[in-house]
C-alpha cells in the first residue's frame, strides 16, 4: 500500500477530507519524528512501542575479501509489536 492508497482509505474510514487526512498524517508523523530525535519510546496501545536503540561498534567481515571492517555505533528505529498481533503473523495472518 502506498501513501496515496493509505491516505485514500484512512480518509474514507474517518469521513475526513483527504486533505484533512494528509494533513494529520504528516502532523502526526512529524510529532513521531520529534520523539525519536529526542530518543523517546512511542508506544501505541493495542498496537505496539517504536523506540531507538543503539547499535555498538562491531567488525564484520566481507565474505568475498575476507576483508575486515569496522562499522561505527548507530541509532536504529526497532517496533516491537503487542503479543497478540505478534500470534497472528506466527499464525500465518489468521
Request: aromatic residues 8%; hydrophobic residues 35%.
Amino acid at each position: 500500500m502506498n501513501n496515496k492508497n493509505f491516505i485514500a482509505e484512512l480518509s474514507q474510514r474517518t469521513r475526513y477530507s483527504q486533505e484533512d487526512t494528509q494533513r494529520m498524517v504528516y502532523t502526526l508523523i512529524d510529532a513521531l519524528n520529534e520523539k525519536f530525535q529526542e530518543g523517546d519510546a512511542v508506544t501505541f496501545p493495542g498496537f505496539g512501542t517504536f523506540e531507538i536503540k543503539k547499535r555498538n561498534e562491531r567488525i564484520i567481515v566481507n565474505p568475498a575479501t575476507q576483508q575486515r571492517l569496522l562499522v561505527p555505533p548507530k541509532l536504529v528505529l526497532t517496533f516491537k509489536p503487542i503479543a497478540a498481533i505478534k500470534e497472528k503473523l506466527k499464525n500465518g495472518g489468521q
